[in-house]
């Protein structure tokens, strides 16, 4: 059996782990659920950049937030001496997955100011700073659990 999420007495996985097992599979989940709807609707024939982008952009991010604080939610009423409690090591993990996530949040910024620039329309634009979001999510969250797995280095 796989100890991946467990959440009984004596678990081997940190609560801060879970959650970053949350934040990284909600990224994944919410940016395809988004993917699927905008390739659908595209899928008429009808230009991606032309296809009615806002809603399902709203919806899917969120319909993400609201997962991912559920889950956080059920982790933490499934393991309630857990939930606040953190110590040194993931705050020093939590600082340097955040650190290391904060690239794609500002690759993407450049991105779409750049796509500003060259007056793209606002599709483009807008799906730039969301991947931006979602890459950065799925990186620090990948970060957080390669230092949870692995060790790391503190400094």
């Given at each position: 059996m796989s100890k991946l999420l467990y959440t009984g007495v004596g678990a081997d996985v940190a609560?801060?782990?879970k959650?970053?097992?949350?934040?990284?599979?909600?990224?994944?989940?919410g940016y395809?659920?988004?993917l699927a709807v905008m390739l659908g609707r595209a899928g008429?024939?009808?230009p991606l950049a032309e296809?009615?982008?806002a809603a399902?952009?709203?919806w899917t991010v969120g319909g993400a937030i609201a997962?991912?604080?559920?889950?956080?939610?059920?982790?933490?009423?499934?393991s309630p001496r857990e939930a606040d409690v953190k110590d040194q090591r993931d705050k020093e993990i939590g600082r340097l997955g955040d650190h290391a996530g904060q690239a794609f949040l500002v690759i993407g910024a450049v991105a779409a100011l750049a796509l500003s620039m060259v007056e793209a329309d606002r599709f483009w634009i807008s799906n730039a700073i969301y991947l931006g979001f979602?890459?950065?999510a799925l990186l620090g969250s990948t970060v957080k659990l390669a230092a949870y797995r692995w060790g790391f280095q503190s400094w």
């Open positions: 609560f801060e782990e959650r970053a097992w949350i934040a990284a599979v909600v990224a994944v989940v395809a659920v988004y008429d024939g009808v296809v009615a982008y399902p952009l709203l997962a991912a604080i559920a889950l956080n939610i059920a982790i933490a009423l499934a979602v890459l950065s």
